[in-house]
């Protein structure tokens, strides 16, 4: 596993890496084509190093890690892509409900997948959309809705708005039900960032229901200083992702004042 700069987590942990969805957004595609330090090295194929692949080597990693943290889990890649094969998957989930210390975010463009496997409590399941109203978009948060009211006391759920580049005539579509968690993004290298119209209407239909905690990610901070200069941005863990130590420990300070 690897310490990570993403906001929303402590910990990154890659068993399984590459995609086929082929956004053209996609950081994971370029760090692994482009950067200077995947490509043939670390499991990664030299000729295709974003091809999906397995890393047997990598599923004890959370086990040696004895303080609990948030692990984003492939962070490279789409760990329930349609491609993936079921043993891939099975085997992770083994290793996070063998590390049941930790609090374990699955975040995937397929999440109807969720359903074909048991999942253990310390697992969250999120979906990845981009905000804009998209048959896409819209089958993957009702996917994600289903999950929550079929089986609300057991799955935790999330979705993940990014990139997130919607201009003063497009509603943001962010789900249904709204889920435990949103997390929203601008587009980062090259820049492209939201309307600050269409990112206040984004956080005013969370902030419509006290439940739905909202995580805006440091991209979207030029915007949001335009929205409401000097105020804080909103960075809200759920409690159940909250731990008394790590990035989600602000939280915790915060629900003690």
Partial sequence: MNRTKIEWCDWTWNPITGCLHGCPYCYARKAAEDGPYLRGRAGYDAVQPFAPAFHPLRLEQPLRVKRPGLVFVVSMGDALGEWVPREWISRVIDTCRAADWHRFLWLTKNPERYADFTWPENCWLGTSVTGED?????????????????????????????????????????????????????????????????????????????????FLKDSLRPVWERIAPGQPMPRQWPAGLRLEHGKSSEAMITAHH
Avoid at 144 to 151: F, G, N, Y
Avoid at 182 to 191: D, E, F, L, N, R
Avoid at 202 to 212: C, F, H, K, Q, S
């Fill in 134 to 214: 998209t048959p896409e978009n819209r089958a993957r948060l009702e996917a994600i809705s289903d999950i929550e009211v079929l089986a609300p006391a057991q799955f935790r759920v999330f979705v993940s708005v990014e990139p997130f580049t919607l201009g003063d005539g497009q509603a943001p579509a962010l789900g249904f039900g709204f889920p435990a968690w949103v997390i929203i993004g601008a587009q980062t290298k090259p820049s492209v960032m939201p309307s600050e119209l269409a990112l206040s209407r984004a956080v005013a239909m969370t902030r419509e229901l006290e439940i739905v905690s909202l």
